[in-house]
């Protein structure tokens, strides 16, 4: 008797999963849509953000490039590896150099 009755209980349990799979299916598809939704609109929002950032007053689009190279002047060879670095980056694109000395 309690073989048959573990396999009785062994079959409602398995009815009782079965009938919570599509439900259970359709709460998370329904999630994933949203969630996928919810992502479209932060990067949406972020690429607007970036757009009104990036151009300057005149309208122009700005390119901002900024360089952290701490103990460049300790004397073994990082200031040269940051100015020919410079260099190298104006030669491939035009633009001007503003250099602003950090504050150690």
Do not use: D
């Amino acid at each position: 008797m309690a073989a048959g009755e573990r396999s009785w209980c062994l079959c409602k349990l398995l009815r009782f999963f079965y009938s919570l799979f599509f439900p259970g299916l359709i709460v998370c598809g329904t999630l994933c849509v949203c969630l996928v939704i919810v992502l479209w609109g932060i990067r949406l929002l972020l690429q607007r953000k970036k757009k009104l950032v990036s151009t300057s007053k005149n309208g122009k689009n700005q390119m901002v490039i900024a360089f952290f190279h701490p103990y460049c002047n300790a004397g073994g060879g990082g200031e040269r590896v940051l100015w020919c670095a410079l260099r190298a980056l104006q030669k491939k694109r035009s633009f001007t150099l503003v250099a602003q000395a950090g504050v150690q």
